[in-house]
C-alpha cells in the first residue's frame, strides 16, 4: 500500500513537474522603456558624471546596441515598439495630425503577439498611445484593450501632473513624481512574482527622466550630473533591483530584459534635458541625436555576454524578434517594418543589411543603409507642427534648413558635421531610390502610403471619474 502511495505521489509530482517544464520552456521578456534618456546617459555608453553600475552590469553580462533606433518623440516611438512599424504606417484613431498617436485597436501589440501562446502581460508607467493629455484621452485605447492583462499607469507625460490607473480605473490624482521610479519598480517585481509560474511579458515604461523631473529623497542631490543626473542613477538602481530579483527566483536564465529609451533629450530643457554626445542633435530632430538611443539585452546563456553589435537595430525590430523567440506568430495581413534580430542577439549572426528611415513625425526627413546617411531637402510645410514648433527644441546650429540632400558617413563622421553627397553620387542615387519607396508605400507629410494602416476621426473621450478636481 505504501508503496503504491509512493509510486503514485511520484507520478502526480511527475506531471506537476512536466508542467512546469513545459511553461518555463518559453522565456519571459521585460522591457524597461527610459522617457528621453539620451544616448551617452549611462556610464557604459560614456556618460562622466552619471554612474550606473546596475545597468553597465546588464551590459557585460548581456550585449550592448550602439547603432539602436527608436523615434524621435514620445507618442511615435511607443507606437513603434508597440507594433514593429513605422508610427507613419499605423492605424490611428484620430486624424493623424497630433504628434502622439492615439493608436487604433486594429493595430496588433507586443502583448497581443504573445498571448495566444500563454502569456501574461503586463504593462506600467507611461502609455502615451490614447491621448497626450493626463486628462483628455479616449479610455477605450488603454493598455487593457491593447492585449494587456494587468496594467498600472499614466495615460501620457509628466509635463504637469500624473494621474495614475490601474488597469481601467482611476486609482490616483496628481501622484508624487519622485515616488514613480520606485512605485513602477515595486509594481513590475510584483507582477513577476504573480507570475513567475508561466511565461510572462512585462512593459516597464518609465515617466523618467522626462521633465518634470522628480527623484527620491534617497537619490537627491547625490550625482555629479545634477539632478538629471539623480533621476537616471535611481533608475539604474532600480533596474538592478528587478534583475536581483530574477536571480532571487530562479527567472534570471529565462528572462530576456531588454533595456532602451523611446528617443534622444529633450534640448530645450538644458541641464534637465541629458545628453547625446558624439551625436548631433536631440529629441524632435532628425539628426541622429534624436533618434539613436542607447540599448542593451541581456539573457544570460541566451544572449552572449559582454558583446557589443554595430549593427542597424531598432524598436520596431523587437516585436518580430520576440515572436520568433517565443514562438508565436507575426501578423500577415499587414506590413511590419521591423525584422527578426533573434539570431543578431544570440551571436549566431553578425551582419544585417536593411534601411532605417527617419520620420519627423509624418515628414520623412532621412534614410540610413550600412554606414551611410542621407538627408532629404527641406521644405516649408506651413501647417505642420514640425515646421512651426519643433525647431525650438533643437539647438541652433541644428535648425539647418536643407537645399540638397546631404549625405554623411556615419562611421567616419558619427557627428554628421561633413557632407560628401558630391563625392559618392551613386549612394545618393541609390539613397533617394530608397526614400522614394518609402514615400510612396509608408508615406510622407500628407500622404498615406500605399501600405499605410487607416486614420480615423474619433473625438477626445473624456470621462468624468477621470477628470481631477
Not at 107 to 123: D, Q, R
Not at 152 to 157: A, D, K, L, R
Not at 282 to 301: D, L, N, Q
Request: charged share 25%.
Amino acid at each position: 500500500m505504501r508503496i503504491g502511495l509512493i509510486l503514485v505521489g511520484s507520478f502526480l509530482f511527475s506531471l506537476c513537474s512536466y508542467g512546469q517544464n513545459e511553461d518555463s520552456s518559453k522565456p519571459n521578456f521585460i522591457i524597461i522603456f527610459t522617457d528621453d534618456q539620451g544616448y551617452q546617459d549611462l556610464g557604459c555608453f560614456g556618460s562622466p558624471n552619471i554612474k550606473t553600475p546596475n545597468i553597465d552590469k546588464m551590459a557585460s553580462e548581456g550585449m550592448k546596441f550602439t547603432n539602436f533606433y527608436a523615434q524621435t518623440v514620445c507618442g511615435p516611438s511607443r507606437a513603434a515598439l508597440m507594433t514593429g512599424s513605422y508610427p507613419m504606417r499605423n492605424a490611428r484613431n484620430d486624424n493623424g495630425d497630433n504628434p502622439h498617436p492615439k493608436l487604433a485597436l486594429s493595430e496588433v501589440t507586443i502583448a497581443e503577439v504573445l498571448k495566444p501562446v500563454g502569456y501574461k502581460t503586463g504593462m506600467i508607467g507611461k502609455w502615451d498611445l490614447a491621448g497626450h493629455n493626463p486628462e483628455k484621452f479616449n479610455p477605450d485605447l488603454l493598455p487593457m484593450h491593447q492585449g494587456f492583462d494587468e496594467s498600472f499607469f499614466t495615460p501620457g507625460s509628466n509635463d504637469a501632473r500624473v494621474h495614475l490607473i490601474r488597469n481601467n480605473k482611476l486609482v490616483e490624482k496628481n501622484a508624487d513624481m519622485s515616488t514613480l521610479t520606485k512605485r513602477y519598480t515595486n509594481e513590475a517585481i510584483h507582477f513577476i512574482d504573480k507570475n513567475k509560474k508561466q511565461p510572462f511579458f512585462l512593459y516597464l515604461a518609465h515617466t523618467m527622466p522626462h521633465t518634470q523631473l522628480a527623484v527620491s529623497d534617497e537619490f537627491k542631490g547625490t550625482s555629479e550630473g545634477g539632478l538629471y543626473g539623480d533621476v537616471i542613477e535611481e533608475i539604474d538602481y532600480n533596474v538592478g533591483r528587478i534583475l536581483d530579483h530574477l536571480k532571487q527566483t530562479g527567472l534570471d536564465e529565462n528572462t530576456y530584459v531588454i533595456f532602451t529609451s523611446d528617443n534622444g533629450p529633450w534640448w530645450i530643457k538644458k541641464d534637465h534635458g541629458g545628453h547625446a554626445e558624439p551625436l548631433r542633435g536631440a529629441k524632435t530632430s532628425a539628426w541622429e541625436g534624436g533618434f539613436r538611443v542607447p540599448a542593451i539585452i541581456r539573457a544570460p546563456g541566451k544572449v552572449p555576454a559582454g558583446k557589443t553589435s554595430e549593427n542597424i537595430v531598432a524598436t520596431i525590430d523587437l516585436l518580430p524578434t520576440i515572436a520568433k523567440i517565443a514562438g508565436a506568430e507575426v501578423p500577415k495581413d499587414r506590413v511590419i517594418d521591423g525584422v527578426d534580430v533573434s539570431e543578431i542577439i544570440h551571436g549566431t549572426s553578425m551582419e544585417l543589411d536593411r534601411p532605417f528611415f527617419y520620420y519627423q513625425h509624418h515628414i520623412l526627413r532621412a534614410v540610413r543603409k550600412g554606414k551611410w546617411k542621407l538627408h532629404l531637402p527641406h521644405e516649408s510645410y506651413p501647417t505642420s507642427i514640425v515646421s512651426r514648433k519643433w525647431p525650438i527644441h533643437s539647438a541652433p546650429k541644428d535648425r539647418v534648413l536643407f537645399t540638397k540632400p546631404m549625405l554623411y558617413n556615419l562611421e567616419t563622421d558619427i557627428a554628421e558635421t561633413i557632407d560628401v553627397a558630391d563625392e559618392n553620387p551613386k549612394v545618393v542615387a541609390a539613397l533617394l531610390k530608397l526614400l522614394d519607396w518609402a514615400k510612396q508605400d509608408i508615406g510622407d507629410i500628407n500622404k498615406r502610403g500605399e501600405n499605410a494602416r487607416p486614420l480615423g476621426n474619433e473625438p477626445y473621450h473624456t470621462p468624468n471619474e477621470l477628470i481631477p478636481n
